[in-house]
C-alpha cells in the first residue's frame, strides 16, 4: 500500500480531507509513465490554463503530457480562489449574525467564528472541488501526468525528473507566485502569503494586510470578521487602484464600518521582532508610526513562474515581471511553444487563464487565428460589498478618444436591495455616446460577480442598452438595477420634438 500523500510545503494539519485533496492532486508513490516518441502537445504546469489544455486536446484525439512541479490544479485550487471564497462565505455568515437586529433577528450576544472549524469546512470543499481536477481524471482522459520540473532542452524538447519528451507544440502554463515586498526584517520575521495562509489553524490576534489590491482586500475583511485585530497598509490613496474611485471609497467605508483600520497613502518600511511580537514601522506621508503585530499578510503583486525552464534554449522571449512575451495568437517568440494564463497575461484571474488555455487549443492543434484581443474580460473583488467590471473604464474610453454617456443606478433605488439591507453600492453602465453600444460597467452590489455576467453577455453578443431594456428582469432582484440602468438610457432617446409629438398625439 503506498504512503499517505503528503505535501512537503504545506503545514496544514494533516487530516482526512487534505489526505484526499493530496491523494487528487499529488499521490504519493506517483510512477511517471514512459514517454511517448513523440507529443502533439506537452503542457508545462498544471494549473487551470494547463488542466483545461491538456482535457481539451486530449479530448480532441491530440496525443498529451501534462508536467506538474507540484498539485495539479494550481493556485486557483490549491491556495487561491477555492480556499478563499470558501472562508469569505463565513465571514458574510458572520456579518449577518452580526447584524442580525438589523433584520428583526435576536442572536446571543457573544457569536464567534471558530477558526479552526472554518478552516476545516474550507478544506472539505477544497478536498472536494480537488477532483474535477485529479490524475485520475486526467489518466482516464488519455493525458500521460509527469510530476516533476520541467525544462526544456532544446526549441522542440524537455526533459522532467529525467525522461525526455519530444513534441510538435508546446504549452507553457506555469502561473506565477507572490511577490514579496522588499522590506527589511520581512523575511526574518515570517510573513503570511496566500502559499501559506491556508494553512493557518489558530486566527492571529492582531494582523497587518501590507497591500489594497483584491487579495489584501477580500483577506483583510475575512480575518477582521474572524476577530482579529486587522489594520491594513495601502501605499495609494485608495483601494483596488485600477477600479472607478466611487467603488474603492465604496469599500473603504465598508472596512471602516467592519473595524478594519484603515492606512492609506501608507508604506511598511521595516519589520522586527521584539517580545514574539513583530514591530512593523509604517510611513503615512511625512508621518510615522510602529505598529505591534502577531501576523503579516503581504498581498503585493504576483510575479510569473518563468525561472528554471531553461527557455533560453528554447528560444522563448520573457520579462521576470511581465513574464512570457506572446503575441495576440498566444505565440511565444518559439512558434511551436505557446503560453496561457498568469505566466503571460495582464488579466491574472482563473477565468482569463482558461480562456487563453482554449485560445491556445485552437491556435496550436487548428491552424486556429483566435485571438486575445477579441475576449471581453470581466473580473470581481469578493468583498462585501463585491466590486465587478467589465470593459472600459471611462478614463481608457477618454484616451482612445471615444465619446462616453454613463448610466449610474444607486442599489438603494432597487426594491431588492432595500429589503435586503444591501444598499451599498451601484451599477454603472458606460456607453458610446449617441447610442446603446456598451463599453463597459462597474457594479457595487453584494453579488455584483453574479450580476456583472448580463452585462458581459450583452458585450459579447452585441446585446445594446435599448435590447436590455427590454428583457423582464424577475422582481424583486437587484439585476433589476441593471434593467433600470438601459430604462434611463431609453428616456434619453426621448428627445423634445418626440416628446412634442407624443404629447400631441396623446391629447388628440
Ligand atoms: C488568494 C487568491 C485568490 C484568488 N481568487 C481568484 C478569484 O476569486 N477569481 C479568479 O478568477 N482568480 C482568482 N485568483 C487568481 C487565480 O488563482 C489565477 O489567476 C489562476 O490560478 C491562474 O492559473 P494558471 O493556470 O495560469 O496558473 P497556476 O494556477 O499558478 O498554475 C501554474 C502551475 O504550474 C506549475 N509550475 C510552475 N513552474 C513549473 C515548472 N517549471 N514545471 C512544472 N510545473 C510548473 C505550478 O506548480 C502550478 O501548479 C486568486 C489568486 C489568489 C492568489
Redesign the pocket.
Known amino acids: 500500500m503506498p504512503p499517505p500523500p503528503s505535501d512537503p510545503e504545506s503545514t496544514a494539519p494533516p487530516d482526512a480531507h487534505e489526505r484526499e485533496r493530496l491523494g487528487n492532486v499529488h499521490p504519493s508513490g506517483w510512477r511517471n509513465p514512459q514517454p511517448a516518441d513523440r507529443y502533439r502537445l506537452v503542457v508545462?504546469?498544471?494549473?487551470?490554463?494547463?488542466?483545461v489544455a491538456a482535457h481539451a486536446a486530449a479530448a480532441l484525439g491530440a496525443k498529451v503530457a501534462l508536467?506538474?512541479?507540484?498539485?495539479?490544479?494550481?493556485?486557483?485550487l490549491?491556495?487561491?480562489?477555492v480556499?478563499?471564497?470558501a472562508i469569505i462565505r463565513t465571514s458574510r455568515l458572520y456579518a449577518e449574525m452580526r447584524d442580525a437586529e438589523q433584520y428583526g433577528a435576536r442572536v446571543p450576544a457573544d457569536i464567534r467564528v471558530e477558526f479552526p472549524a472554518l478552516m476545516q469546512r474550507m478544506r472539505g470543499i477544497r478536498a472536494r472541488i480537488s477532483r474535477a481536477d485529479s490524475v485520475r481524471r486526467l489518466t482516464a482522459a488519455g493525458v500521460d501526468v509527469f510530476f516533476?520540473?520541467?525544462?526544456f532542452t532544446g526549441p522542440d524538447a524537455l526533459t522532467?525528473d529525467g525522461a525526455h519528451l519530444r513534441f510538435k507544440k508546446a504549452l507553457i502554463?506555469?502561473?506565477?507566485?507572490?511577490d514579496t515586498p522588499s522590506i527589511p526584517g520581512l523575511v526574518e520575521a515570517g510573513c503570511l502569503t496566500?502559499e501559506n495562509v491556508f494553512d493557518l489553524t489558530e486566527l492571529p490576534r492582531r494582523l497587518l494586510v501590507i497591500g489594497g489590491g483584491?487579495?489584501g482586500c477580500?483577506?483583510a475583511q475575512a480575518f477582521r470578521r474572524f476577530g482579529a485585530q486587522t489594520i491594513i497598509a495601502q501605499r495609494w490613496p485608495l483601494f483596488l487602484p485600477r477600479e472607478e474611485r466611487d467603488a474603492a471609497q465604496l469599500l473603504s467605508d465598508a472596512f471602516a464600518r467592519d473595524g478594519i483600520e484603515v492606512r492609506l497613502n501608507t508604506r511598511a518600511v521595516n519589520v522586527r521582532v521584539e517580545g514574539g511580537q513583530k514591530l512593523v514601522d509604517l510611513v503615512s506621508d511625512d508621518y510615522k508610526s510602529t505598529v505591534a503585530v502577531d501576523a503579516i499578510l503581504t498581498?503585493t503583486g504576483?510575479v510569473p513562474?518563468v525561472e528554471?525552464?531553461n527557455l533560453e534554449a528554447a528560444g522563448v522571449e520573457y520579462d521576470t515581471r511581465a513574464g512570457i512575451r506572446v503575441d495576440d495568437f498566444l505565440r511565444t517568440s518559439n512558434r511551436r511553444i505557446y503560453a496561457?494564463?498568469?505566466?503571460c497575461?495582464e488579466h491574472?484571474?482563473?477565468?482569463?487563464?482558461d480562456a487563453s488555455?482554449r485560445i491556445v487549443v485552437q491556435n496550436a492543434l487548428f491552424l486556429g487565428r483566435r485571438r486575445l484581443s477579441a475576449l471581453t474580460i470581466p473580473?470581481?473583488t469578493?468583498t462585501d460589498p463585491e466590486i465587478a467590471h467589465v470593459g472600459l473604464y471611462v478614463r481608457q474610453a477618454r484616451e482612445r478618444d471615444i465619446p462616453v454617456k454613463t448610466f449610474t443606478i444607486p442599489m438603494h433605488d432597487v426594491d431588492r436591495a432595500i429589503a435586503d439591507d444591501e444598499e451599498a453600492g451601484f451599477v454603472k453602465i458606460h456607453v458610446k455616446e449617441g447610442t446603446d453600444r456598451i463599453l463597459g460597467a462597474t457594479i457595487v452590489a453584494r453579488h455584483a460577480g453574479e450580476m456583472i455576467n448580463e452585462l458581459t453577455l450583452a458585450m459579447v453578443a452585441g446585446i445594446g442598452l435599448r435590447t436590455l431594456a427590454r428583457v423582464i428582469h424577475a422582481y424583486p432582484t437587484q439585476a433589476e438595477a441593471i434593467k433600470k440602468a438601459a430604462d434611463a438610457y431609453n428616456r434619453t432617446r426621448l428627445t423634445p420634438t418626440i416628446q412634442a409629438l407624443l404629447r400631441r398625439w396623446l391629447t388628440w
Do not use: M
Request: hydrophobic letters at 35%; proline letters at 5%; a positive charge.
Open positions: 508545462v504546469g498544471a494549473g487551470t490554463a494547463g488542466l508536467i506538474e512541479r507540484h498539485l495539479l490544479g494550481g493556485d486557483c490549491n491556495v487561491g480562489c480556499p478563499s471564497k516533476g520540473q520541467a525544462c522532467v502554463a506555469t502561473g506565477a507566485r507572490p496566500n483584491p487579495l477580500e483577506l498581498g504576483r513562474n528554471g525552464l496561457a494564463g498568469d505566466v497575461l491574472k484571474f482563473t477565468h482569463t487563464a488555455a473580473w470581481c469578493y
